[in-house]
């Protein structure tokens, strides 16, 4: 079946800095790649996905790169911020099934103000 | 995106009972996923829920532990049966309506087993 691993399981930046969280996935089959965000005590929020028709997807901040023949995929955060402060999860499936999502192990990541 | 709750929060629960878990949604869905996220762990997912059909359930989880019911496009329950320490997690409801849609969680079950 599906497998995600995700790196690093910790990471620490400086405010301002940039992050890139990584993943990689096994099933070539797979063609649909979300990335959630998980504040402490809270539900997991989308923040951003990506189809594997698209190499690239940016909203503000945050971008999400994917290469298929690799089969690996990438959150970058820029001029990151405090409130970025939460565990980053990735998570592969297909674009039939949205709802079916293998997720890697999280990434915690804390911003230093 | 959809309006999802889940109860209760949070209960404490004895060793050998059983919990159900309530999820409403504000607007109709095709399909219902019940994940489980252990402390400090990732998600993964128990088991689809269908309107009028039995839940499929992924490798690990069986209906007579986890039984669920969906008895209309916006309810769904999950019981946790014959409970021991290891169920302590938290139960997420989630809601997608296929296609291209997104996958939202509800807020979240934590149970613990003493």
């Known amino acids: 079946g599906e497998n995600v691993e995700q790196h690093p399981s910790t990471l620490s930046v400086q405010e301002g800095d940039s992050a890139v969280i990584k993943c990689t996935y096994s099933?070539?089959?797979?063609?649909?790649f979300p990335w959630y965000k998980q504040e402490l005590g809270k539900r997991p929020q989308l923040i951003i996905d990506i189809r594997s028709n698209v190499g690239e997807k940016k909203d503000q901040r945050i971008a999400v790169t994917l290469n298929k023949t690799a089969k690996h995929f990438s959150l970058h955060i820029t001029e990151t911020q405090p409130e970025d402060s939460a565990v980053y999860f990735c998570a592969a499936g297909y674009s039939s099934n949205t709802g079916k999502l293998i997720f890697g192990q999280g990434t915690t990541l804390q911003v230093k103000p | 995106s959809a309006v999802i709750s889940q109860k209760p929060s949070r209960d404490i629960c004895q060793r050998g009972t059983s919990l159900t878990i309530q999820c409403q949604v504000d607007s109709q869905v095709t399909m219902m996923f019940w994940y489980r996220q252990q402390p400090g762990q990732s998600l993964t997912l128990i088991a689809t829920a269908n309107q009028g059909s039995e839940a499929t359930y992924e490798s690990g989880f069986v209906i007579d532990k986890f039984p669920i019911s969906r008895p209309n496009l916006t309810f769904s329950t999950l019981t946790v049966s014959n409970m021991s320490p290891e169920d302590s997690s938290i139960y997420l409801c989630?809601?997608?309506?296929?296609?291209?849609?997104?996958?939202?969680f509800g807020s979240g079950t934590q149970l613990s087993v003493l």
């Open positions: 099933d070539s089959a797979s063609n649909y």
């Open positions: 989630s809601v997608g309506t296929g296609g291209r849609e997104k996958l939202f």
